[in-house]
């Protein structure tokens, strides 16, 4: 038989406390006379939890085999103990508990459930309410980010903080094998949980791995859940045979919920000590982060080394319009900092495009709109650091460009109207450049008028560019200023056609939309114009039905052409997604392009290259894209790209592509290449294990990588080769990485990391990871699937 007594606090008036005293006599009586009539109950239900109120406010229930007491002072309980007040229940054999200290002490198999949080001991002394005092003998598991462990003895200061004495900490799930050890265990003499700061601190502390101490540190704080916090981050290390051994320790600093910065002390055993630092704001109207890497004395290079960066964006509402402002800026000390120090302080490091480490803008835009016009002011100077073994020519800088434009949102008649100015000063190194700087000023305005229905559409396009140049030096006809004026005539039209169609067993609706597009720009003479910012375009499905063939402003195409295509598309008919999708166009000219980038030669093929298309999403886990450029009179194909790619699930996905480019002209480079990419189970690929073996042995392996080959070299160009392992509570990383930095010269390095679920990351060399997201197609990242759990997926 067991006792069930509904206490309440003490502070209710003397009346109240009667009445209650009343109802809980009772409630004894009446729980008495339920397990009397029902003997075949082994115990009484469970009484609901009550409605959320103040800690001390709430009633507080015991119950046990044996109950026994003093009203408002004691109650004893022995056998099935039990104590409940709100979140909180206590387990024990035995169990004492002072009424008016609010104290419990229990003893025996003691177990307490707070909100999810779960301890289990052999003695305990406990203010509930307060939820202070000690638990000897003590196994805890924590409920929100899966964290448990052991420890001698446990104090719990209040109910968010507690101090584990010898005590053990990890997120390893548990399982029922006596034998279990976790995977990594951090071992700590004084262990401290904050729920408060969601921070875990530990002293005196050495983290194992597989059984393996790692790390001893007399002290260590990590994070007990997503929340930011002030600290030391993970630590990276690295072997450079330039630098030597590379120790860099960063340290967060979280100010605000909006603002944070980072310092970063680095130590180069060859090049001597550095400090890289970032702080970063965000506020409603503005938002940016600022930037400083510096090493005071290199002793490689016998001097002192620096990057700094500067992002920031501000947006200012007015009675005129928005006002907007942007900066971007990265400055470096030498030309030698991006070969010293590759990828330090730019966030957006490509290695495939070394080019972009060595080009660094500075670049200023203020921005105003209202209602149809825009205007715009920017400056942009580039600072390039230069290799003379491999040199490039700087981007011309604007110093300044002013731009406006008019785009308003209806006119009479359905016409659509936009006009643009701009006036731009390039200034550029003339050692670099055979022609002078300018100021180059244009406008250029467009009129068109659509006709769309849901079978067709009709745009005709009239368009007048008006440039003109003014050099600090005369050009070789000895003019000092030039004037272009041009018009376009364009006319894009189309049909859509509709039908049912039923295509290996499956219902699509299929569309049939022939384009043709024509466009008129007679010749004007520019050869003897200075090239700023243009650059030929692409010759791909979107350039083929524009005016202009370059792009920039210093080129306008003598165009008289018709370019005539085809696209036809299953699509299907419940949810809309493209299933196939296949294309055919081709440019029809009527008279010879003379306007060409310098050094190019006049257009004379009157017919020209066949673009074919085709996209193929037959279901969402099988996809082919290919592109071909067939040139019909050489009958081959000038340039080819086939791309497929199969991703069945989450981490398994498979991509290959074969790219060709012919010669086309002095900017183009013949190459064949095959790329190759691939996230996948390694047990999967080899056919040792299923996905129900790897869940249940708690693990498993993925292999990763990209390799690109090429077929004219028959050698690797670039390669990504690394293996990933999975577990509950920890996930590492080898990569083996060999990217090409120059037509000569490479880069290789061995990436390491292992990532602690609920603890740290720790690497060796540059971030493994980051380099898997930029260079294999379709990569995930390795996450836990486990849902945010509820208190209540531990009701007790």
Same mark, same amino acid.
């Given at each position: 038989?067991?006792?069930?007594?509904?206490?309440?606090?003490?502070?209710?008036?003397?009346?109240?406390?009667?009445?209650?005293?009343?109802?809980?006599?009772?409630?004894?009586?009446?729980?008495?006379?339920?397990?009397?009539?029902?003997?075949?109950?082994?115990?009484?239900?469970?009484?609901?939890?009550?409605?959320?109120?103040?800690?001390?406010?709430?009633? =507080?229930?015991?119950?046990?085999?044996?109950?026994?007491?003093?009203?408002?002072?004691?109650?004893?309980?022995?056998? /099935?103990?039990?104590?409940?007040?709100?979140?909180?229940?206590?387990?024990?054999?035995?169990?004492?508990?002072?009424?008016?200290?609010?104290?419990?002490?229990?003893?025996?198999?003691?177990?307490?459930?707070?909100?999810?949080?779960?301890?289990?001991?052999?003695?305990?002394?406990?203010?509930?309410?307060?939820?202070?005092?000690?638990?000897?003998?003590?196994?805890?598991?924590?409920?929100?980010?899966?964290?448990?462990?052991?420890?001698?003895?446990?104090?719990?200061?209040?109910?968010?903080?507690?101090?584990?004495?010898?005590?053990?900490?990890?997120?390893?799930?548990? /399982?029922?094998?006596?034998?279990?050890?976790?995977?990594?265990?951090?071992?700590?003499?004084?262990?401290?949980?904050?729920?408060?700061?969601?921070?875990?601190?530990?002293?005196?502390?050495?983290?194992?791995?597989?059984?393996?101490?790692?790390?001893?540190?007399?002290?260590?704080?990590?994070?007990?859940?997503?929340?930011?916090?002030?600290?030391?981050?993970?630590?990276?290390?690295?072997?450079?045979?330039?630098?030597?051994?590379?120790?860099?320790?960063?340290?967060?600093?979280?100010?605000?919920?909006?603002?944070?910065? =980072?310092?970063?002390?680095?130590?180069? =055993?060859?090049?001597?000590?550095?400090?890289?630092?970032?702080?970063?704001?965000?506020?409603?109207?503005?938002?940016?982060?600022?930037?400083?890497?510096?090493?005071?004395?290199?002793?490689?290079?016998?001097?002192?080394?620096?990057?700094?960066?500067?992002?920031?964006?501000?947006?200012?509402?007015?009675?005129?319009?928005?006002?907007?402002?942007?900066?971007?800026?990265?400055?470096?000390?030498?030309?030698?900092?991006?070969?010293?120090?590759?990828?330090?302080?730019?966030?957006?490091?490509?290695?495939?495009?070394?080019?972009?480490?060595?080009?660094?803008?500075?670049?200023?835009?203020?921005?105003?709109?209202?209602?149809?016009?825009?205007?715009?002011?920017?400056?942009?100077?580039?600072?390039?650091?230069?290799?003379?073994?491999?040199?490039?020519?700087?981007?011309?800088?604007?110093?300044?460009?002013?731009?406006?434009?008019?785009?308003?949102?209806?006119?009479?008649?359905?016409?659509?109207?936009?006009?643009?100015?701009?006036?731009?000063?390039?200034?550029?190194?003339?050692?670099?450049?055979?022609?002078?700087?300018?100021?180059?000023?244009?406008?250029?305005?467009?009129?068109?008028?659509?006709?769309?229905?849901?079978?067709?559409?009709? =745009?005709?396009?009239?368009?007048?560019?008006?440039?003109?140049?003014?050099?600090?030096?005369?050009?070789?006809?000895?003019?000092?200023?030039?004037?272009?004026?041009?018009?376009?005539?364009?006319?894009?039209?189309?049909?859509?056609?509709?039908?049912?169609?039923?295509?290996?067993?499956?219902?699509?609706?299929?569309?049939?939309?022939?384009?043709?597009?024509?466009?008129?720009?007679?010749?004007?003479?520019?050869?003897?114009?200075?090239?700023?910012?243009?650059?030929?375009?692409?010759?791909?499905?979107?350039?083929?039905?524009?005016?202009?063939?370059?792009?920039?402003?210093?080129?306008?195409?003598?165009?008289?052409?018709?370019?005539?295509?085809?696209?036809?598309?299953?699509?299907?008919?419940?949810?809309?997604?493209?299933?196939?999708?296949?294309?055919?166009?081709?440019?029809?000219?009527?008279?010879?392009?003379?306007?060409?980038?310098?050094?190019?030669?006049?257009?004379?093929?009157?017919?020209?290259?066949?673009?074919?298309?085709?996209?193929?999403?037959?279901?969402?886990?099988?996809?082919?894209?290919?592109?071909?450029?067939?040139?019909?009179?050489?009958?081959?194909?000038?340039?080819?790209?086939?791309?497929?790619?199969?991703?069945?699930?989450?981490?398994?996905?498979?991509?290959?592509?074969?790219?060709?480019?012919?010669?086309?002209?002095?900017?183009?480079?013949?190459?064949?290449?095959?790329?190759?990419?691939?996230?996948?189970?390694?047990?999967?690929?080899?056919?040792?294990?299923?996905?129900?073996?790897?869940?249940?042995?708690?693990?498993?392996?993925?292999?990763?990588?990209?390799?690109?080959?090429?077929?004219?070299?028959?050698?690797?160009?670039?390669?990504?080769?690394?293996?990933?392992?999975?577990?509950?509570?920890?996930?590492?990383?080898?990569?083996?990485?060999?990217?090409?930095?120059?037509?000569?010269?490479?880069?290789?390095?061995?990436?390491?990391?292992?990532?602690?679920?609920?603890?740290?990351?720790?690497?060796?060399?540059?971030?493994?990871?980051?380099?898997?997201?930029?260079?294999?197609?379709?990569?995930?990242?390795?996450?836990?699937?486990?849902?945010?759990?509820?208190?209540?997926?531990?009701?007790?």
């Amino acid at each position: 038989m067991r006792w069930i007594l509904a206490l309440v606090p003490s502070h209710p008036p003397a009346r109240l406390r009667r009445l209650c005293h009343l109802a809980a006599c009772a409630l004894l009586l009446c729980g008495q006379g339920v397990l009397a009539q029902s003997g075949a109950l082994k115990s009484t239900p469970m009484l609901q939890e009550q409605a959320p109120g103040p800690a001390d406010t709430l009633p =507080t229930f015991v119950r046990g085999q044996h109950v026994q007491g003093q009203t408002d002072v004691r109650v004893g309980i022995e056998g /099935d103990a039990e104590l409940r007040r709100g979140d909180t229940v206590i387990h024990a054999d035995r169990m004492d508990y002072d009424i008016p200290e609010d104290r419990a002490r229990a003893s025996g198999h003691v177990r307490i459930n707070r909100g999810g949080n779960r301890y289990d001991g052999t003695l305990l002394d406990l203010k509930v309410n307060a939820f202070s005092g000690f638990f000897t003998d003590i196994d805890y598991a924590l409920l929100e980010n899966g964290g448990h462990g052991s420890a001698a003895r446990m104090d719990f200061i209040d109910r968010e903080r507690s101090v584990a004495h010898e005590g053990s900490y990890t997120t390893c799930q548990k /399982d029922d094998e006596e034998s279990w050890q976790p995977d990594w265990v951090l071992r700590a003499r004084t262990l401290r949980i904050d729920k408060v700061e969601d921070t875990g601190t530990a002293m005196n502390a050495v983290l194992e791995f597989k059984g393996v101490p790692i790390l001893a540190t007399p002290w260590i704080s990590f994070p007990l859940s997503s929340k930011r916090k002030t600290g030391l981050l993970p630590p990276t290390l690295a072997l450079d045979s330039t630098s030597g051994f590379v120790y860099a320790q960063p340290w967060y600093w979280n100010i605000a919920p909006n603002r944070d910065a =980072t310092f970063t002390p680095t130590l180069m =055993t060859r090049r001597g000590l550095g400090l890289e630092t970032q702080f970063r704001y965000l506020e409603p109207r503005y938002g940016g982060e600022l930037g400083l890497n510096f090493m005071p004395d290199d002793k490689l290079r016998q001097r002192s080394r620096w990057l700094a960066s500067v992002k920031h964006t501000a947006r200012i509402g007015s009675p005129w319009g928005d006002l907007g402002l942007s900066l971007n800026a990265r400055r470096a000390s030498d030309n030698d900092y991006w070969r010293d120090f590759p990828q330090r302080g730019s966030s957006s490091y490509n290695p495939l495009d070394v080019t972009a480490e060595r080009l660094l803008p500075a670049d200023a835009n203020l921005n105003w709109s209202g209602g149809a016009h825009t205007l715009s002011l920017r400056t942009l100077k580039w600072q390039t650091l230069q290799d003379a073994s491999a040199p490039i020519t700087p981007p011309y800088d604007l110093l300044p460009q002013l731009h406006w434009s008019y785009a308003p949102s209806a006119l009479r008649s359905g016409l659509d109207l936009r006009l643009d100015a701009d006036h731009t000063n390039f200034h550029g190194d003339r050692s670099f450049y055979n022609q002078p700087n300018a100021r180059r000023s244009y406008f250029v305005a467009q009129l068109s008028r659509p006709w769309l229905t849901p079978a067709s559409f009709v =745009t005709p396009r009239l368009q007048l560019h008006a440039t003109r140049y003014g050099f600090d030096a005369p050009l070789g006809s000895g003019q000092r200023s030039v004037t272009r004026v041009l018009p376009t005539f364009s006319l894009d039209s189309g049909l859509v056609f509709e039908r049912d169609a039923r295509w290996f067993g499956r219902d699509f609706l299929q569309t049939l939309e022939p384009r043709a597009f024509y466009t008129y720009t007679p010749y004007r003479d520019q050869s003897m114009l200075p090239v700023y910012d243009s650059a030929q375009t692409d010759f791909n499905f979107a350039s083929i039905y524009t005016e202009n063939s370059f792009g920039g402003n210093d080129r306008i195409a003598d165009n008289n052409l018709l370019t005539l295509g085809v696209t036809t598309r299953l699509l299907d008919p419940g949810t809309g997604a493209e299933a196939v999708r296949l294309g055919i166009a081709q440019r029809l000219r009527f008279s010879d392009q003379k306007v060409t980038m310098p050094g190019m030669p006049p257009v004379s093929e009157h017919l020209s290259d066949v673009l074919l298309g085709a996209g193929i999403h037959w279901t969402p886990q099988w996809g082919l894209d290919a592109v071909f450029q067939y040139n019909p009179k050489e009958r081959r194909s000038m340039r080819a790209t086939i791309a497929a790619r199969y991703t069945p699930a989450k981490y398994h996905t498979l991509s290959l592509a074969y790219r060709k480019q012919e010669v086309t002209g002095p900017y183009t480079v013949a190459s064949r290449q095959v790329d190759l990419g691939w996230q996948w189970p390694i047990g999967e690929l080899l056919s040792l294990a299923r996905e129900d073996n790897a869940r249940r042995s708690g693990g498993r392996w993925y292999g990763v990588g990209r390799i690109n080959y090429s077929l004219p070299d028959r050698r690797v160009v670039d390669a990504i080769v690394g293996a990933e392992y999975q577990s509950c509570c920890w996930t590492g990383r080898l990569v083996l990485e060999r990217l090409q930095t120059g037509l000569a010269s490479s880069n290789t390095r061995i990436l390491l990391q292992l990532e602690l679920k609920g603890l740290s990351r720790l690497s060796f060399g540059n971030n493994p990871l980051a380099s898997l997201q930029q260079n294999v197609p379709g990569y995930q990242t390795l996450e836990s699937d486990t849902p945010a759990p509820s208190r209540f997926t531990r009701y007790d």
